[in-house]
């Protein structure tokens, strides 16, 4: 049985455990890596979440999955070729370890600028962040065992958010800011 969904308070040492982990990434991917960042609720200061730390790898090319799937296999990562989005690629932690998932996307694609954008605009407007963090627990106390139920839940107000993010976007001339790692 899966694990309860659970929301937590912020917690800093999220973004600490991400930048260990991305030096890491960095070293294990090189090249292959044209960005490596810190996505989610987690990447947000402030912000309630999950506590999993969502990174995004950012490649050329999906096709060449030897590329970045070898690097990771070696890290421990576990490839989920059963991964329903087909925009990615996708990896979980190995077992006994943070919970950890990292999403492989296509540069520049619809699906990688995304949680990019997302991230960026919660870290700049703190009242939709905490907007965000009601919904969640929300959702989370209404869908504690069913994390597809938590997802769909949450689902309109996600895009609600992204509306405003591309406004946003629109009004500050947003581009994603240097990589993370």
Known sequence: MPSPVEIADYDPAWAS???????????????TA???????????????????IDIQVSVP?????????????RLGFIYRADNPERTKRYFREPPGRRRT???VRRLGSFSEQFPLLFRD???????????YAVIKRRCAASFRHDRQGYVEAKDSF???II?????WAQRTGWTPGPSDA
């Open 17 to 31: 455990a991400f930048a260990d982990l991305g030096v890491v990434l960095r070293g294990a991917l090189g090249d």
């Open 34 to 52: 044209v960005r490596i960042d810190h996505i989610g609720s987690t990447a947000v200061p402030g912000l309630a979440a999950k506590p999993v």
């Open 61 to 73: 090319s999906l096709d060449m999955v030897g590329t970045f799937r070898e690097p990771l296999d």
């Open 101 to 103: 998932h990292i999403h």
């Open 121 to 131: 605009y919660l870290r700049s407007d703190p009242q939709a962040a905490t907007e």
């Open 158 to 160: 996600v895009w609600n």
């Open 163 to 167: 509306r405003r993010a591309d406004a």
